[in-house]
């Protein structure tokens, strides 16, 4: 047999048009998943990886400066916390706030997002409406492998049309 190897883009253009966008929390869980489960089997390699991707997902995409509970997330729950910088009414700096986040699969919602903090200058509701759209927007495989350090640049399904 003398079968070719499927080279790079080739692999990333199948994976680009086979696999179906996802909202960031899927992949969030998928990945921390993953992550519990190279900690488990003591493979290091993965467990710096899949952290890496974490991170990287988060800090390119995440409203505000979010930080991840790795320790208490899983496939289930996911944990975060932020801090948020208030302002007065007068425009001025009006000192710190913490916030952490916890987001659960719903079936009638898709997420069940709780944040627990002060309620203050009723930023709550904005919080809310900021992370729940984060958290559900759709992603795409190209976005995925970059983050992952699969590849240095991000396909999309226009780029194989």
């Known amino acids: 047999m003398n079968e070719k190897a499927e080279s790079r883009d080739d692999h990333f253009r199948r994976m680009v048009l086979t696999y179906p966008d996802k909202p960031m929390y899927e992949y969030l869980a998928q990945w921390i998943d993953a992550y519990h489960r190279s900690v488990e089997r003591g493979a290091t390699d993965w467990v710096e990886n899949h952290?890496?991707?974490?991170?990287?997902?988060?800090?390119?995409?995440?409203?505000?400066?979010?930080?991840f509970d790795f320790d208490e997330s899983?496939?289930?729950?996911?944990?975060?916390?932020?801090?948020?910088?208030?302002?007065?009414?007068?425009?001025?700096?009006?000192?710190?706030?913490?916030?952490?986040?916890?987001?659960k699969g719903s079936l009638q919602f898709g997420t069940d997002i709780y944040i627990g903090g002060r309620d203050r200058h009723d930023v709550k509701e904005m919080l809310y409406d900021t992370i729940g759209m984060w958290l559900n927007t759709p992603v795409t495989y190209g976005q995925w492998a970059f983050?992952?350090?699969?590849?240095?640049?991000?396909?999309s399904k226009e780029d194989f049309a």
Not at 53 to 66: N, R
Not at 147 to 155: F, L, T
Request: charged content about 25%.
């Open 147 to 155: 983050w992952s350090g699969a590849k240095d640049k991000v396909y």
């Open 74 to 103: 899983n496939g289930e729950k996911l944990l975060m916390w932020m801090e948020y910088h208030h302002m007065n009414e007068q425009g001025m700096w009006d000192g710190w706030e913490s916030y952490s986040i916890r987001v």
């Open 51 to 67: 952290r890496a991707t974490i991170e990287a997902a988060i800090d390119a995409t995440a409203p505000y400066d979010l930080k």
